[in-house]
């Protein structure tokens, strides 16, 4: 017995030793003429052997007369051999002999990269690409896929990767097509065969910039005989760098050309040619508020121009803004409309003068007749409402609302607005009832009243999803219709941008009023927790989607209104991972009863709710991005203990594994304990510029006890 427990013993021993390194057999050494690549003499052991084609990308690795090593796709040609003896170093495996090779398979499947990648033509829209066919192909290659990603860019979104398969392994250009302009974009190229995609090649390159968007025409505030003062609105660009502005002169009557790579003269150069117009001044986009208010004509040189005096023939000028996009030797323009005098007036200063007086009565009589005509109506209203019960007038309420609560609110500078809610439904869409279906379902109970899932069609006939807040406003309370039309009226002012949940419109009936709101796909909390079963959450997108929702704060900053219920239970996701921003205004009643201290900035502990810390919460939601859903200072049981060690103690949510250490700093200067030390939300819009490593472990716990009221 003892005998054939040892035969089977070395038995599995010699099967342990051939196969250790993926030993695939003997083979009869091909001839000299077909002899595979070598690559290392003396490897020492297979392993060594092995590792070398691996990183060349070849399938199998030959070894021979126990120290040359070989690269090869395909091996067995002349057949078996039984001629293979042990290796010199490494007496348990084998390599080969002087007429034999010992095949071992390197795990390699897939080809090498694509050769020689390059961008050989640039385009507004598009890049024209070429490439070479992979040096080793193990197998045939069956397509290419081409991917760009935007790396840099002036776009108010964020730009979703573009990618496309081109067939066949003859293929070596494509065009890259719907492009942003004026982007820096990663490409690469992949190589398709029967067992999956290579390893990447890559190149960097920009596509063309293209013209501002059109500003606004300038506002004349004052003019004089030699001199014109106007306002000039901001320019915006999202093809481009806004590099400078330029404000033109132009003859009345003229219309001068606005090709987007027009470039006009300066004011002696117009004289010397007989030119109906000139540059009168430029100044660099970045000193737009030093020159937001220009005075045409004093005489001093704005930017190199010279801005001289109004004199004829431009005494009395049409007055243009035209926005300048440059980079290196690529300048796009874009023109505004003219303000000013298109024609010379035939009047002379008396008859002016005379025009003038007789306009000034006429305002004066109608001025008059208006007020009067409101003290009688004013009067009139009175009457009708001392007839009425006092809950039957709160749709139409009186003086300054503010805001009491610290879910979102704008800034108590507020001034009156008389017939408030007439005004909030002048601003609206009201969306006629067969327009818009509610589900029966009850999805939450919100401050005033129950919130529902439900489509509305708009005016084209397309219908889409959104939630419904159903409103019984006739049985508000007067204090609980200001927070309601207050909350209203902060949807309004975000207006519609691609990464907010914009307010589409009400719905009125004798009994309800219908707020209907868009809604997102997704909810990204929901998504991430998602990625912790197997529902893959790409990693790519992280900084991608983090850029955006920075983009949606800093807009809703400008407009005053200030967001401090953020976290990634805030934030909607659609289909393409393109974030969109909810919990303001009214929206704020649809989220979950959160528990908030762990998204809470110091500051706004105790006494201080007010204070806009949202660049705090904002971190706090790229971890959650970078955990995968993971609780914030899970460790933490109690809110107390929680405001106790970010106040008391300093502490802060910790550096996760798969987190680089540029995204970590970024982190940390907005959990800066000086408010005026953090970044700006439009600093963090350029987060996606740093680069983001796959998240391999989810280390940090998700405890919804601990996030949610239950």
Known sequence: ???????????????????????IGCFKSPPESEEPLLVITNPRAPVFCVKECLSRYYMYAGLMKGQQCYCMSTYGRNGLSNGCSTCIDDKKSLCGSHDSISIYSTGQKVSSPPRRLRVINNKLESLNITWQLPDI????????????????THAFYPLQPVQLQVQGESSDSTLLTNLQPGTKYNISVTAVNANGESHPSYTIDWTLIGPPEKPDKPKIIQQSSSTVVVELAEGKSQNGPLSSYQVIIIHPGTIPPKQIDITYPDYHTAIKDDLPFYVTGEFNANEYYKYKRFIIGDGQKVGGYYNAPLQEPFNRPQVGLVLVSRIGNEIKYSHSDFAGHSFESSAGPDDLAIGLYIAIALFSILLIAAIS??????????????????????????????????????????PERPNHYQNLKSK???????????????????????????????????????LIHSIDDKNLRASEKRHMLRDLDVCIKAGKINCLTSFIGNCETPEILYVVQETATHNLKLRLIAARSGDVFPYEFILTIGSSIAMGLNYLEAHKIIHSHLCARSIGLTDDFVPKIMGFGIGKHALDDLKLARWTAPERFGHKKHNPAVVWSFAVVIWEMMSMGGTPYHNLEDECDVEEAVVEKNVRLLQLRDMPD?????????????????????E????????????????EPYVPELELNN
């Open 373 to 414: 005509g409101y003290f009688i109506l004013r009067k009139r209203h009175e009457q009708i409402r001392m007839t009425k019960l006092p809950e039957q007038q709160e749709l139409t309420l009186q003086g300054p609302m503010y805001e009491v609560d610290n879910m979102a609110y704008i800034p108590e500078d507020v």
């Open 428 to 466: 609206v869409w009201n969306i006629p009832k067969n327009f818009l279906t509610v589900e029966p379902a009850v999805i939450r109970r919100g401050r005033f009243g129950n919130i529902h899932m439900g489509t509305v069609q708009d005016k084209d006939g397309n219908s889409s999803r959104v």
């Open 662 to 682: 540029p995204i970590y700093e970024v982190l940390m200067s907005c959990w800066h304990d000086n408010a005026d030390e953090r970044p700006t939300f439009d």
């Open 684 to 699: 963090l819009s350029r987060l996606n510029t740093l680069s983001v490593v796959p998240i391999t472990a989810i280390t």
């Open 137 to 152: 192909t193990n197998g045939n290659i069956t397509s290419y896929i081409v991917r760009a990603v935007a790396l840099e």
């Open 1 to 23: 017995m003892l005998k054939y427990l040892l035969i089977i013993g070395l038995c599995g021993c010699f099967i342990n030793l051939t196969f250790a390194e993926d030993y």
